[in-house]
């Protein structure tokens, strides 16, 4: 199992997206796991693109005390 964990700091720039589309094709991740997007949810295109339309799973967390907004 190849994957990959990331801490992107906000994820609303296009170019943190073509990152992980490209390295997910590149090196045929089985998964990502991003940390700190500042983001409760993703449409399934932005997903799709980011996984290299393979099958995705989304799970979140709450931050536990870092308000989402303040990214």
Request: hydrophobic share 40%; charged share 25%; proline share 3%.
């Amino acid at each position: 199992m190849k994957g990959i964990f990331w801490n992107s700091r906000g994820l609303r720039d296009l170019a943190k997206f073509r990152f992980l589309s490209d390295i997910t094709k590149e090196q045929n991740l089985d998964f990502i796991a991003l940390i700190e997007t500042c983001r409760k949810n993703f449409t399934d295109t932005e997903l799709n693109n980011i996984c290299g339309d393979k099958q995705f799973l989304w799970s979140w967390i709450d931050p536990g005390g870092i308000p989402v907004e303040s990214c």
